[in-house]
């Protein structure tokens, strides 16, 4: 059985600024599901860099408010909300409320650094 604490993995700074920490990523370890896992947070005021992935991802918002941009289009986001980003879709999620937005975010297949690209 694999179980981790999200407090317990480490936090680091992604490339389009949001504060992870990886739960799970297959393409890191030995694990049956292909995807992976992050538990994200943006500051309130901040949004993340334009960046799109080769690979799909969803986003489930667990607490705060924003504003999720994909494409050309932009939506409110809130807590209980999951957020489909289809490959290669540019994309980034701005902090609208007063406390951290919090939200996961399922990368299929895993996370790699090579997969996503910053956009200005």
Not at 51 to 75: C, D, P
Request: with cysteine; aromatic share 4%; hydrophobic share 35%.
């Amino acid at each position: 059985m694999l179980i981790r604490d999200v407090e317990k993995c480490p936090e680091f700074l992604s490339g389009d600024n949001a504060i992870l920490r990886e739960l799970f990523n297959a393409a890191k370890e030995d694990i049956a599901p292909r995807c992976s896992l992050a538990h994200a947070r943006v500051k309130p005021g901040q949004m993340t860099q334009r960046h799109r992935l080769k690979t799909s991802e969803v986003y489930y918002i667990l607490e705060g408010e924003g504003e999720m941009q994909i494409g050309e289009e932009a939506e409110k986001v809130r807590p209980g909300q999951a957020i489909v980003i289809p490959p290669n879709s540019p994309q980034r999620i701005r902090n609208t409320g007063k406390t951290d937005l919090v939200f996961l975010c399922m990368v299929d297949p895993a996370w790699r650094p090579e997969d996503e690209e910053i956009l200005s």
